[in-house]
Structures are given as structure tokens and as C-alpha cells.
T-cell receptor
Framework: AQRVTQPEKLLSVFKGAPVELKCNYSYSGSPELFWYVQYSRQRLQLLLR??SRESIKGFTADLNKGETSFHLKKPFAQEEDSAMYYCALSRGGTSYGKLTFGQGTILTVHP | ETGVTQSPTHLIKTRGQQVTLRCSSQSGHNTVSWYQQALGQGPQFIFQYYREEENGRGNFPPRFSGLQFPNYSSELNVNALELDDSALYLC?????????????FGEGSRLTVL
């Protein structure tokens, strides 16, 4: 069975500092990895997915199959980045709607 | 474009009762997934419906059941409620079951079981 681990429940940084939210997974096949974000009083929404290899709101994430990790990074954090972040895994194929989520990391960016 | 809507937003039930939660998918989306989110946890996959058929199920007992209607809206039914069923229930719709489609989430239905 697949599993997603986000080791930090809380992460605090100051505005302008680099930020890295960690995500590790276990799955024997070729997974698809996602980051979802929930801003205050908003619904859960997709931030980025590894197959797109894109930067969204300055965030990037690289899938490292050797280390089974998909860490989310941003070089200069902004106050509006404060939110709950979830790493999620799909087994791909017909399983895209069936995500395994981590427990989430609350990111707080201080002014 | 209408987003995913869920009803009711909050409800309180007692142990042993039954509950039905409803979800209207985003316009044009034919796939609906349901998730349970306990306090302090990430969402946990319950099941998915695609074209009115169950298309995968997570580790939930049979007392969790669902339906999808021809207009792609969906219901989640839970029988014989237990205290541990207290959670936020999230519905998410997507364009199709078999592609890397983005999931669009509703705001959830918060169920409290006393």
C-alpha cells in the first residue's frame, strides 16, 4: 500500500527566507505526486503536480525517485504563502482521483 | 463555471443513525471522489464514482456507500454511525477518471456523531 509522510506538522519562516516543505512517499510502482494547498477560509486546491514540471507562485517540487521524496521549495517566502500544504500521491493510470494524502504541514510566514 | 457544492455544511447525528451527504460536481466533470478528513489528518480516500459506477474504493467498511446520478452529482451514505465517523467529508470532482486531471474540492460537510 502507498503511504505519504510529511514529517513537519508546523513550519515557520520569515518573509524573504527560503522554505522547504518535506514529503516522502512509499510506493513500489511509478507514482504521480501532487501538492495541494488550503489557504485560510478557502477550499483545498491543486498547487502543482510533478508531471507538469512547472513553477506555481514561485514554488517548485522535484520528484526524487531514489530518495522517494517530493519536497516543495520556494526561494523567497511571502506572507501570502501561509497556508496548509498537503503532499499527495496517485498510482497513476485510472487512479488519478484516488489520492493518498500526507498529514499536512502548516506553513506560517512571518513579516 | 459553477464549482463543487456540498450539502449540508454541518450536521449532528447520534450513534447508530444514518446520514446522507450530497455533492454537485463542477460543470462538465463526470468523476466524483469522496474523502474523509479527521481532525488534524489529511483527507483519506473513501471511493470514486465515474459515469454512475463505483470506480475504486479505499479502506472503508460497506456501511459507507455512494451513488452518482446521470447529472454527475453524487451522494455519500453512512449507515450505523459510529463516534469515529465524526469528520469533515470532502467531495472532489474531476474531468475524467483516467487522466491526470486536477481535483476540484468542495468546502466539505462537517459531521459530528454524538
Amino acid at each position: 500500500a502507498q503511504r505519504v509522510t510529511q514529517p513537519e506538522k508546523l513550519l515557520s519562516v520569515f518573509k524573504g527566507a527560503p522554505v522547504e516543505l518535506k514529503c516522502n512517499y512509499s510506493y513500489s510502482g511509478s507514482p504521480e505526486l501532487f501538492w495541494y494547498v488550503q489557504y485560510s477560509r478557502q477550499r483545498l486546491q491543486l498547487l502543482l503536480r510533478h508531471i507538469s514540471r512547472e513553477s506555481i507562485k514561485g514554488f517548485t517540487a522535484d520528484l526524487n525517485k531514489g530518495e522517494t521524496s517530493f519536497h516543495l521549495k520556494k526561494p523567497f517566502a511571502q506572507e501570502e504563502d501561509s497556508a496548509m500544504y498537503y503532499c499527495a500521491l496517485s498510482r497513476g493510470g485510472t487512479s488519478y482521483g484516488k489520492l493518498t494524502f500526507g498529514q499536512g504541514t502548516i506553513l506560517t510566514v512571518h513579516p | 463555471e459553477t464549482g463543487v457544492t456540498q450539502s449540508p455544511t454541518h450536521l449532528i447525528k447520534t450513534r447508530g443513525q444514518q446520514v446522507t451527504l450530497r455533492c454537485s460536481s463542477q460543470s462538465g466533470h463526470n468523476t466524483v471522489s469522496w474523502y474523509q478528513q479527521a481532525l488534524g489528518q489529511g483527507p483519506q480516500f473513501i471511493f470514486q464514482y465515474y459515469r454512475e459506477e463505483e470506480n475504486g474504493r479505499g479502506n472503508f467498511p460497506p456501511r459507507f456507500s455512494g451513488l452518482q446520478f446521470p447529472n454527475y452529482s453524487s451522494e455519500l451514505n453512512v449507515n450505523a454511525l459510529e463516534l469515529d465517523d465524526s469528520a469533515l467529508y470532502l467531495c472532489a470532482s474531476s474531468l475524467t477518471a483516467g487522466q491526470a486531471g486536477e481535483l476540484f474540492f468542495g468546502e466539505g460537510s462537517r459531521l459530528t456523531v454524538l
